[in-house]
């Protein structure tokens, strides 16, 4: 498994594991857990949820999913905005641990900037360090204006991710973004990276993947990670497609395959709003 560093010297994958709508469906939870147990055994160890999450069913899944294993597991969870105030953020810190059935958090993110202000953040981000109840946190959906605002923030700077969407169809954080994360030697995280489905039903893409000896999910994610500083997390209820996914990593993209791609889905040519779901 390849890996990436956060700013404090951790290693993580590059390559993890989405939990957006996993839980929600009871009759899929056996194969749920047992396709996140399966991506763990591979070494998909970097698990990404939230509270949000189906109003905390995917954290739920999750903890039952993760039992027995919580030392193989760099544990990612987000904070809803308006619960991103000191106070409030230690009862969802704790109300997350409980559902995850674990002490502590590897990494816990604000999911998106709210009316909070961001010194408030990291002061709540703060304390549950001190509490021991999360080892690092980062921010999720952070466009670069509200980044460089959190840089001036006392304590900002210790800020080890920021999750954002990502994706061939949505390359916008190339233009300012992505390079200041990198000059920071901040990871970006990236989410969704088949644009929920849509890269795979698209056809340049898949006439890409199958002259290649690919599939559309490979190429998306191979894509992903010949990016340096950038993790990816997609998601995936089913064993089989987990595999699939995995094997991404067997795919290294040589620069031609890459200025191939580069024609398909064109870089930013200049800056732009920062995509979201």
């Known amino acids: 498994m390849n890996t990436t560093l956060l700013p404090c010297g951790q290693k993580v994958p590059t390559l993890g594991q989405g939990t957006w709508n996993i839980g929600d469906d009871p009759s899929a939870r056996k194969e749920e857990i047992a396709t996140i147990q399966h991506g763990i055994a ?70 998106w900037q709210g009316d909070v202000p961001l010194e408030q953040t990291v002061q709540g981000f703060e304390a ?38 990502y994706n061939l169809g949505e390359r916008g954080i190339e233009w300012d973004l992505l390079p200041w994360l990198r000059d920071r030697g901040l990871p970006a995280m990236a989410y969704s990276p088949f644009d929920q489905g849509r890269l795979l039903r698209n056809r340049a893409l898949s006439g890409f993947a199958r002259d290649h000896g690919m599939t559309a999910s490979q190429v998306a994610l191979a894509w992903l990670l010949a990016h340096d500083g950038v993790i990816a ?15 991404a990593l067997a795919h290294a993209l040589s620069a031609a395959q890459l200025k191939s791609l580069d024609a398909l889905f064109a870089p930013p040519t200049g800056p732009s709003p920062l995509a979201m779901l």
């Open 128 to 165: 549950l360090q001190r509490a021991g109840k999360i080892r690092h946190w980062g921010v999720s959906n952070l466009d670069i204006d509200a980044m460089q605002r959190l840089w001036r923030v006392p304590g900002g700077d210790a800020c080890q991710a920021n999750q954002v969407l």
């Open 233 to 247: 997390i997609p998601k995936t209820g089913h064993r089989k497609r987990l595999e699939e996914n995995t094997k």
């Open 42 to 111: 591979l070494g998909l160890t970097l698990v990404d949820t939230a509270e949000m999450y189906g109003d905390g069913r995917s954290e739920s899944l999750v903890g039952e999913a993760i039992a027995g294993r919580r030392g193989d597991v760099f544990l990612v969870s987000k904070v809803y905005p308006h619960n991103a105030s000191p106070a409030a953020m230690r009862k969802s810190c704790e109300a997350s641990l409980r559902r995850l059935r674990v002490d502590a958090l590897d990494l816990y993110l604000l999911h």
